[in-house]
């Protein structure tokens, strides 16, 4: 369990090394507020995960049961078939947005995480009926 801790604060001590390593000599206040949000929303993420397994662990569970990895097979194939309309959308949108490969390509691969995302809060909300 203390190695789990030390990997999660060795891996956000990377990421703000990494952050401020990256930041352009001029550096914005919306350039600045972005990237903070995106790395306080990585760090969030990975504190809620981390603390989901360390009470899992202290009341005795299985790091991976017959539900979770259900809840986890179904979630990834609804978001593959809803991903696959979302690239779609954006090949289709995309000679009308103006927008370049790089920002495309960013959008659609933030859009495929929130989707999986999203269907994983659906299938753990409904757990319980997924038969």
Known sequence: MKKLIIVFIL?????????????PETITNYNFL??????????????????RRIKSKRNGEPAEDELSKLILQKSSSLSYYISLYLWLLLSYFSNRLNLETE?????????MAFIFVGSWAYY????????
């Open 124 to 131: 753990y909300a409904r757990r319980m009926k997924l038969n």
């Open 11 to 23: 891996v956000v001590i990377i990421l703000v090394g990494i952050w401020i390593f990256l930041t």
């Open 34 to 51: 972005e990237s903070a949000f995106v790395l306080v929303l990585i760090v969030v993420i990975g504190s809620w995960g981390l603390f």
């Open 103 to 111: 920002q495309l390509i960013g959008y659609g691969i933030i859009g």
